[in-house]
């Protein structure tokens, strides 16, 4: 089976060596250092003390690689706009494209959502470039219930957790969502096909928009956020704001923002996925895990003055670091 990886970085790395080990011929189409590495010691994975390896195609071409059965997009929000107009390269006629990113994609009212259905959103494709470089017909969305970090370029290290969750973006069921569970469970996964994928999204992005955006702030890891009232009343209070906006479309939170964050705890001392980025000096992923519930909000008439607040104070500092876009 072809597949194709588009970014190696800890969660795209780790789900590259899985699959390589399971026979799959993957590729992988990244940029400057992780690319030369990759190409240097191919794809590395550092789990339960055991450094793994997988020899794979490294290129930054996608036209070199021609159509794949399974392409992984495992990039951050902000490089989708980049990536979508090379998709075509990769795309046969039955080639599957699998998110396997944090917050709300491009796609998460396609064929979903009540009055909703049908929306595009500014704040994640202002001029619809994703949705046509990456059809929704073409997706499966996944949601990583797992934990992991960089090590070095190309070197990823598996902190903690082994869950996945895909499902079709109307949520119905299909042979290619069967097919590619069972793939990823040959690659050691424990999956779980969802009839809702767009509520798993909305339920972990409850604890993505609040922990990432105020790392980033403050430079803390998980359990000084946890460990700090104000912080973690503050955590507290913009997961009720989305899980009421999540709700106007019938995703609905399950357990409560305080059972959320004692579930957290058991990460420990953990850099979220945004202040890796901020240390990294690489631009962070706000639109997808905060603007887009803002956006939304807005649209639902649902008062969310605690994210726009969070939303504001991350994009400056972002700002001020170079790592978000000037406001035009």
């Known amino acids: 089976m072809k597949i194709c990886l588009y970014g190696a970085g800890a969660i795209g790395g780790l789900l590259g060596v899985r699959l390589a080990q399971c026979g799959a011929e993957i590729s992988v189409i990244e940029v400057g250092p992780t690319l030369e590495a990759i190409k240097a010691n191919g794809l590395r994975v550092q789990a339960e003390g055991k450094m793994l390896s997988a020899a794979v195609t490294a290129t930054d071409d996608p036209a070199s690689l021609g159509p794949q059965d399974l392409v992984i997009v495992a990039v951050k929000g902000p490089t989708l706009k980049f990536i979508a107009p090379k998709m075509h390269f990769l795309l046969g006629p039955k080639t599957v494209v699998m998110t396997a990113m944090n917050g709300v994609p491009w796609w998460f009212f396609q064929g979903f959502g009540g009055d909703l259905a049908g929306t595009r959103l500014q704040s994640i494709d202002p001029d619809g470039a994703i949705a046509a470089g990456i059809p929704a ?55 779980v096909v969802s ?54 479309f019938g995703c609905v939170m399950t357990d409560t923002p305080e059972q959320r964050h004692e579930g957290t705890r058991a990460l420990g001392p953990f850099k979220t996925s945004m202040l890796q980025d901020v240390e990294a000096k690489k631009a962070v992923e706000l639109d997808a895990l905060v603007g887009a519930v803002s956006e939304i909000a807005h ?5 969310t003055p605690f994210t726009d607040v969070l939303l504001g104070l991350t994009r400056l500092k972002a700002q001020i670091l170079g790592l978000y876009p000037l406001a035009k």
């Open 299 to 303: 649209k639902v008439a649902v008062p």
């Open 137 to 191: 017909d073409r997706v499966i969305g996944c949601v990583i219930m797992l934990t992991a970090s960089l090590l070095a370029p190309g070197v990823a290290n598996h902190v903690s957790g082994n869950k996945l969750t895909i499902g079709e973006p109307n949520n119905t069921d299909s042979q290619r969502v069967r097919d590619l569970g069972a793939l990823l469970s040959q690659a050691g996964f424990n999956v």
């Open 195 to 248: 009839q809702s994928i767009q509520k798993d999204i909305w339920l972990k992005l409850l604890g993505n928009m609040t922990h990432n955006p105020v790392s980033a702030l403050t430079g803390a890891t998980l359990d000084k956020i946890l460990d700090d009232p104000q912080a973690s009343e503050l955590c507290i209070k913009v997961m009720y704001e989305a899980a009421a906006v999540g709700k106007t």
